[in-house]
């Protein structure tokens, strides 16, 4: 899949968003820990891997991002 740092980084932006306000809605006590639980377990791996391709994508057009080994 090509795909452009700016794409990353909405996704990026998009995962961290999710994960920092459900978390800020269960230390408030908005919301019970399973829902809380039931954001961040999806949400935080998408962030870290969107992360690690805005690291690694090209500026122009679509690139194949290489995270390394």
Known sequence: ????KTTVA???WLGAGACIIS??????GLIP???????LI???PV????LFFWW???Q???DIPFIGY
């Not at 899949?1 to 452009?4: E, G, L, Q, S």
């Not at 978390?23 to 408030?28: H, K, Q, V």
């Not at 962030?47 to 969107?50: C, E, N, S």
């Open 42 to 44: 999806p949400a935080f």
């Open 1 to 4: 899949m090509r795909m452009k």
């Open 23 to 28: 978390s800020g809605l269960y230390f408030m």
């Open 60 to 62: 122009s057009g679509g």
């Open 10 to 12: 909405r996704i990026f």
């Open 56 to 58: 690694m994508a090209g």
């Open 33 to 39: 820990l399973p829902v809380c639980a039931a954001v």
């Open 47 to 50: 962030t870290v891997l969107a």
